[in-house]
């Protein structure tokens, strides 16, 4: 079991305590018990412009101390770098001193990135042309977020989207910090068949999760299953290293967003392999507790309680998944509604359990289906009917 960090780590001031004993002890099942033997698991069962000099704070985890003091017995000892990362607001030129692989952009007042704008600087100081920011992220109800792959940039300018305010950006490193020990499990793991990577294996740093008392952030919440939601990271295709990008998201969606946690209960890079998303305690399925009830997540503004979101690393505004990536979705969905004994071609009410709102959507929707947003994507988006047929008729 994950335990808080010994030291404290910068995060945003803790929302509540901790979750119910009921949950942390007493599982029928631990995640780690069901390694090794999972493969016997049947399939089936942006802004003002800014005068003042740029504020700017070092949100990452730079440390290279071990995360647990050693492998536990059926797992191993694995190295990740630190996520690095420094935060920035408003337009003024900011600057790492480390190489930045992705700039997260975050703003309100308006979901639109017209007018946006983005441009790197190199180590020797020279700017880079300016390049529109996309509108093809996962929006809020009031506001846009962008996750950008950079080249080792040393530093960018932003000029914020026409209409936003409260432009914030940060430069986030995941693969040259200083190494990190991390157990991870030896064996493969599954959930109902259906093989995975656990939050270990692609290098999450729980400490994230913790603010500097010790205490959780954003602790776990569990409601009965409803429905399930498809999403797309809007970052780029042809991802050479889409565990780095998950440590990327996981970042921003905790620190910046304020969210404690990554925003999706699994993802699915190109090459079809599945990450576990939000933590949800140390039961044998990764998203749920012990009675099978989904934890909740960041994925659907409003309409998180009892929606398990799922989404594709990269872009698929202009085109579909991978063939391999359009698999493991299918499986995975097809998994996950023999689990919760649902029609996956049915069209629901969905009611959120914390606040009464309804939403009339298909058992499996897409992003854009709760809210106004490009997400998933306008390609993947067109492929929904005939991924529902798809999960329905392995059933």
């Not at 029928?28 to 033997?37: K, M, N, P, V, W």
């Not at 909740?296 to 998180?304: D, E, G, R």
């Not at 990269?314 to 097809?334: E, F, I």
Request: hydrophobic letters at 35%.
């Amino acid at each position: 079991m994950t335990l808080p960090p010994t030291s404290a780590t910068p995060s945003p001031a803790p929302a509540s305590s901790t979750p119910p004993a009921s949950h942390r002890a007493g599982s029928r099942l631990t995640r780690r018990g069901l390694i090794g033997a999972a493969g016997a698991v049947a399939a089936g069962a942006v802004l003002t412009p800014a005068l003042a000099p740029v504020v700017m704070a070092d949100t990452g985890s730079d440390i290279s101390d071990a995360d647990d003091t050693g492998p536990e017995p059926d797992t191993t000892s694995r190295k990740f770098p630190a996520t690095r990362a420094v935060a920035a607001v408003g337009e003024a030129p900011a600057e790492a001193a480390f190489p930045i692989g992705y700039v997260g952009v975050r703003w309100t007042g308006t979901r639109e990135a017209t007018g946006g704008r983005i441009r790197l600087i190199d180590a020797d100081g020279d700017k880079g042309a300016w390049k529109p920011l996309s509108d093809d992220g996962c929006s809020d109800s009031d506001g846009g977020a962008l996750l950008i792959p950079v080249d080792r940039a040393s530093g960018y300018e932003l000029r914020a989207p026409d209409g936003a305010t409260d432009l914030r950006s940060l430069a986030v490193d995941t693969t040259s910090g200083p190494m990190r020990e991390v157990a991870v499990p030896r064996d493969t793991t599954r959930v109902r068949g259906v093989a995975y990577l656990t939050r270990a294996a692609w290098g999450a740093d729980e400490k994230l999760r913790f603010g500097s008392d010790g205490r959780e952030i954003s602790p776990q919440t569990y409601h009965p299953f409803q429905t399930l939601t498809v999403h797309h990271t809007a970052t780029a295709n042809g991802d050479a290293d889409p565990a780095a990008t998950v440590r990327a998201l996981y970042h921003v969606h905790a620190i910046t967003n304020d969210w404690g946690d990554i925003g999706y209960h699994f993802l699915i890079d190109e090459a079809g392999k599945i990450y576990e998303g939000r933590y949800s305690g140390e039961t044998a399925t990764p998203a749920h507790d012990e009675d099978n009830k989904l934890v909740t997540a960041f994925h659907v503004l409003s309409h998180n309680p009892g929606n398990l979101g799922i989404a594709l690393i990269g872009n698929l505004v202009s085109q579909g998944p991978t063939a391999a990536a359009r698999d493991a979705l299918t499986t995975l969905l097809r998994s996950m509604v023999r689990m919760h004994g649902v029609d996956p071609e049915a069209k629901v009410t969905y009611t959120s359990p914390t606040t009464g709102r309804t939403r009339e959507v298909y058992e499996i929707s897409g992003h854009r289906d709760w809210m106004a947003t490009e997400c998933p994507g306008g390609v993947m988006h067109g492929e929904l009917a005939a991924l529902r047929k798809a999960v329905a008729a392995g059933n």
